[in-house]
């Protein structure tokens, strides 16, 4: 009966952060956190954001933007699903403060994110 009770239980768990790719976890996870080191680690150096209209280039430049846009909002970030999956490329669905977005992450054989974009949803 306590396997059956186990086995019931882990399958209304909800899917976890293994789940995702390394770098949408890097990225949901420092961003809940508030933590802007480990956010930028999730980021090679030349990465590229894109938020909506605007691109940011650059650990500098991102780091400006995601420290008066991202991080003090941080906690509100929660992914929902991947939309669209390929090698080293996802679309997800996400939370993010009171909307729902979609957020495109292209990363490199490491996990590092090299370009992302956040566009309101379709």
Same mark, same amino acid.
């Given at each position: 009966? /306590?396997? #059956? #009770?186990?086995?019931?239980?882990? #399958?209304?768990?909800?899917?976890? +952060?293994?789940? #995702?790719? +390394? =770098?949408?976890?890097?990225?949901?996870?420092? @961003?809940?956190?508030?933590?802007?080191?480990?956010?930028?680690?999730?980021?090679?150096?030349?990465?590229?954001?894109?938020?909506?209209?605007?691109?940011?280039?650059?650990?500098? +430049?991102?780091? =400006?933007? =995601?420290?008066?846009?991202?991080?003090?909002? *941080?906690? @509100?970030?929660?992914?929902?699903?991947?939309? /669209?999956?390929?090698? *080293?490329?996802?679309?997800?669905?996400?939370?993010?403060?009171?909307?729902?977005?979609?957020?495109?992450?292209?990363?490199?054989?490491?996990?590092?994110?090299?370009?992302?974009?956040?566009?309101? +949803?379709?």
């Amino acid at each position: 009966m /306590k396997q #059956l #009770l186990a086995l019931a239980a882990f #399958l209304a768990t909800p899917a976890l +952060a293994q789940d #995702l790719p +390394a =770098a949408i976890d890097c990225y949901q996870t420092s @961003t809940n956190a508030k933590d802007i080191e480990a956010y930028m680690g999730c980021f090679i150096e030349d990465a590229e954001m894109i938020d909506v209209s605007r691109s940011f280039e650059g650990q500098d +430049a991102i780091r =400006a933007w =995601a420290l008066r846009e991202v991080i003090p909002s *941080g906690s @509100t970030f929660k992914h929902r699903k991947i939309l /669209k999956q390929s090698e *080293g490329y996802a679309k997800t669905e996400v939370d993010w403060l009171s909307w729902v977005v979609h957020y495109s992450y292209w990363w490199d054989t490491d996990g590092k994110i090299t370009r992302m974009s956040l566009q309101y +949803a379709d």
